[in-house]
């Protein structure tokens, strides 16, 4: 691909004056900013990125910080401030990685003026060059005698092609002029636009590093009483762990005498349930929304995710967890994914519950809910509200425990639920 510059000094070295500059200068200018417009994409995925950090940010701040400070919390609290600080952490790498792109961004625009000063300055001079000479070939009527000074009536023809092309490429060149003009002033402010959010994304940039600094010296001291009573807080841990495992084991052992049920009532043999042509259906519509489904909160930040991890503060626990667990805000309600049928609810320890509703062979579950809207055997659609979610009152925190089943077998929500 030939570059700018030496475009300028091919058209330079040519002598006919007919040649159309602009057409080849614009073709290399969309070869030119193609690279540029996807590197423009992947910095909007970075802008879409921050964004989201930001906001996630906002919501930790006011789902889980709002508690007061107390012995019984620490630990809680210690999650709470290393989720935040790794929120934190990935939006300061997430504006680096942007403001790199804003400089590279930058640099190829500075690049693309210079190129276009310098198109403008030889436009302008060849430019002038033909005004001077229109102007002597005026002065001596030599259009004239160039063309009566032919030799027969084809070379004057020609003769008078010549000078209509000649007369209709200057006044191209001046166009041109005009147009190369405003080009070089949208480039410029838009440099100066691209200079300011480099200026705006150091400026947050350097708010972040701040705060995480301050939150990692209070991390610090969170943990060092933590230490105090760690024996404490896993012997706590191991046992909420088992009182889950209980809960997940009856929640499994309804759903299977729900199977079974539904077979005998059928007199079919089968490990899913016995559904009805509209059952089978709707769960052809679920499998179909995979992925998109809602989140079983309006508004939630996600504490614990699907599957085996360590614990976030205390080294070598291992926290197993069949679902995803939402902080959410104090007298939320869970709301369902997608429409189907109240399967059971079922009373959990502490007078909590959990809301089972089934979508063909698949079956979501609510849990920790204080109380419920809905009643067993009830048809329910897409966001519909289905209880109140119950509010530790120790920790202060409302969390919503959403787990996620084929039969028994339990799904990773995170592939079913939009964005989570």
């Known amino acids: ?4 510059r030496a475009n300028i000094e091919y058209n330079k070295r040519r002598q006919d004056p007919s040649i159309n500059f602009r057409s080849s200068f614009i073709l290399f200018v969309i070869i030119c900013l193609l690279p540029l417009s ?4 992947s910095r909007q995925d970075l802008e879409k990125q921050r964004l989201q950090l930001q906001k996630e940010i906002k919501e930790i701040n006011t ?4 508690s007061q400070k107390k012995e019984k919390t620490l630990l809680s609290d210690l999650s709470d401030l290393v989720q935040r600080i790794g929120v934190r952490t990935k939006l300061i790498n997430t504006i680096n990685e942007e403001t790199n792109q804003l400089k590279i961004e930058i640099k190829e625009n500075e690049r693309q003026v210079q190129l276009l000063e310098e198109r403008l300055e030889y436009l302008k001079k060849d430019y002038a060059n033909m005004v001077v000479q229109s102007y002597k070939s005026k002065t001596k009527n030599s259009r004239l005698m160039f063309l009566l000074s032919s ?3 084809l070379q004057a ?4 092609e010549y000078l209509k092309q000649y007369a209709s490429y200057r006044a191209r060149q001046g166009e041109e002029i005009k147009e190369e003009t405003i080009k070089l002033h949208n480039l410029n402010d838009y440099l100066v636009e691209k200079r300011n959010e480099k200026e705006e994304l150091l400026a947050i940039n350097r708010d972040e590093k701040d705060s995480i600094s301050k939150e990692k010296a209070s991390r610090e001291t969170l943990v060092k009483s933590v230490k105090k009573k760690e024996k404490k807080y896993i012997a706590q841990i191991n046992n909420k762990q088992k009182e889950e495992r209980k809960i997940d084991a009856k929640i499994e052992a ?4 729900a199977i079974a049920k539904s077979n005998k009532s059928s007199n079919v043999k089968s490990s899913g349930f016995a559904l ?4 089978i259906a709707l769960e052809k519509d679920f499998i179909s929304n995979k992925g998109k489904l809602p989140s079983p909160v309006e508004r939630g930040v996600v504490v614990r995710r699907y599957g085996k991890q360590s614990h976030p503060t205390l080294k070598g626990i291992t926290i197993e967890s069949n679902g995803v667990f939402y902080a959410t805000e104090k007298n939320a309600n869970a709301r369902v994914i997608f429409d189907g049928k109240v399967l059971a609810i079922q009373v959990l320890p502490g007078k909590k519950k959990a809301v089972l509703v089934q979508h063909g062979n698949y079956i979501s579950v609510y849990k920790n809910l204080d109380n419920v809207t809905v009643q067993k055997g009830d048809l329910v659609s897409t966001k519909q509200l289905l209880g109140k979610i ?3 009152r120790t920790t202060g925190k409302t969390i919503l425990a959403f787990v996620l089943f084929k039969e028994i077998h339990r799904q990773n929500p995170e592939e079913w639920v939009y964005k989570i």
Not at 1 to 4: D, K, V
Not at 38 to 41: K, N, S
Not at 254 to 257: Q, V
């Open 276 to 279: 009805t042509p509209e059952a």
């Open 390 to 392: 119950h509010t530790d």
């Open 63 to 66: 789902l889980l910080f709002q």
């Open 38 to 41: 996807l590197l423009g994409q």
């Open 157 to 160: 023809y020609k003769r008078l």
């Open 1 to 4: 691909m030939m570059s700018l």
């Open 254 to 257: 309804l759903i299977a005498e």
């Open 151 to 153: 030799e027969n009536f």
